[in-house]
Structures are given as structure tokens and as C-alpha cells.
T-cell receptor
């Protein structure tokens, strides 16, 4: 049973460019959340997708957008990249309708903006 | 808003017990989680506790929750060098499974 998978693992972008990160949730999970973890900090919640809709959003600008597909996988898009967007981006999956309360994370995508 | 605080660093000897502490501010917390992060890796779920419980044991891990003081602790028995990592406490308040994290506690286990 595959856990949460994310791609790409590492990437380098230039200021002003756009990036797309991808996540496949754990089998059986229907909810995907995205977090940003800056160096030396705890993860910060960006947004959450359920039933292909953005259900909750943290304190992040509109440059951060996302999408969820019918198979529950998700994308995170960041436009007009800034140096401060350099971070580890983590995807978390959970099961909204389930009784279990586990929330699993992927290995993350390391984004460096130069 | 919600806030989760952790001490930043803990150093123990192999074989000793480690206790990592966490405090949170939101009295509406439903579940509290502990995650482990090794260098360059994602977050590994260690355990979680429902806010109506005061203790949960899972092999070498014991979680204690004092809801009145909003204090959570993670005890690792017989700590091994492989336990060296950053440990995050996270608070879940709403029904949407969003988490608020502390800044993490770096655990260093020396032989």
C-alpha cells in the first residue's frame, strides 16, 4: 500500500517563474492538504482540498493555488516565485469520512528559488 | 490565533528516557499529534491522542495530555541513536484535519 507520494523531489526555479508540485494521497484517503516548511520552522498550512474544492485556506497569498483531481491527487501551483518561497512543500492526506484520524505526510518537494 | 510551543533542543544518552514537551493555546483542540522528521525527509506520524484522553501508550512511546494546562508530552523509553531527529507537536482544532505545528524539538541521542 503506497503512502503519500510527491513529485518532484527537488527543483530549482528562478524568481518570477511558476512551479507545479504534485501529490498522490495514501490509498483510501480523500483529502489533501498542503504545507510549507521554511528552514528551521514548523510546517505552515497553505490550503486543503476535498471533493475537488478548496475547503480551507491558510494565510498565503493568491499566488498559491491548487487543484484536486477526481482520483484525489492534487497539485500545488505557485506563480511569480519569490526568493522567500524557497522551502520544503509537504502534502498531507487524510480521510474526511473515515473514523480514523491519521494524517500522513509525504517526503516533500524541496523548492529553491534563485 | 492558535499557538503551539515546544522547547527547541534536548540531549540524552542512549538507553535513557527522553521527554519532549509541548504547550498549545486552543481549548477547542480535538486531537494532538506527534511527528518525527529526520534530516532531509518528510514527516513521519508517530502517534496521536484524542483530547478526551489523558494517556496513550504505543510500544516505546507514551503520550501524556493535561488538558487543563494545555500541556502535551512525548516520552520515548530506551532512547536509541536512531531516535535522533526533530520532533513536532501538532494541534488539530477543526473537523477539517488541518494542523498547527510547533517549531520542533531537536533530539540528540549520544552513545
Amino acid at each position: 500500500d503506497a503512502g503519500v507520494t510527491q513529485s518532484p523531489t527537488h527543483l530549482i526555479k528562478t524568481r518570477g517563474q511558476q512551479v507545479t508540485l504534485r501529490c498522490s494521497p495514501k490509498s483510501g484517503h480523500d483529502t489533501v492538504s498542503w504545507y510549507q516548511q521554511a528552514l528551521g520552522q514548523g510546517p505552515q498550512f497553505i490550503f486543503q482540498y476535498y471533493e475537488e474544492e478548496e475547503r480551507q485556506r491558510g494565510n498565503f497569498p493568491d499566488r498559491f493555488s491548487g487543484h484536486q483531481f477526481p482520483n484525489y491527487s492534487s497539485e500545488l501551483n505557485v506563480n511569480a516565485l519569490l526568493l522567500g518561497d524557497s522551502a520544503l512543500y509537504l502534502c498531507a492526506s487524510s480521510w474526511y469520512r473515515g473514523r480514523e484520524n491519521t494524517i500522513y505526510f509525504g517526503e516533500g518537494s524541496w523548492l529553491t528559488v534563485v | 490565533g492558535e499557538d503551539v510551543e515546544q522547547s527547541l533542543f534536548l540531549s540524552v544518552r542512549e538507553g535513557d528516557s527522553s521527554v519532549i514537551n509541548c504547550t498549545y493555546t486552543d481549548s477547542s483542540s480535538t486531537y494532538l499529534y506527534w511527528y518525527k522528521q529526520e534530516p532531509g525527509a518528510g514527516l513521519q506520524l508517530l502517534t496521536y491522542i484524542f483530547s478526551n484522553m489523558d494517556m496513550k501508550q504505543d510500544q516505546r512511546l507514551t503520550v501524556l495530555l493535561n488538558k487543563k494546562d494545555k500541556h502535551l508530552s512525548l516520552r520515548i523509553a530506551d532512547t536509541q541513536t536512531g531516535d535522533s531527529a526533530i520532533y513536532f507537536c501538532a494541534d488539530r482544532v477543526d473537523g477539517y484535519s488541518t494542523l498547527t505545528f510547533g517549531k520542533g524539538t531537536m533530539l540528540l541521542v549520544s552513545p
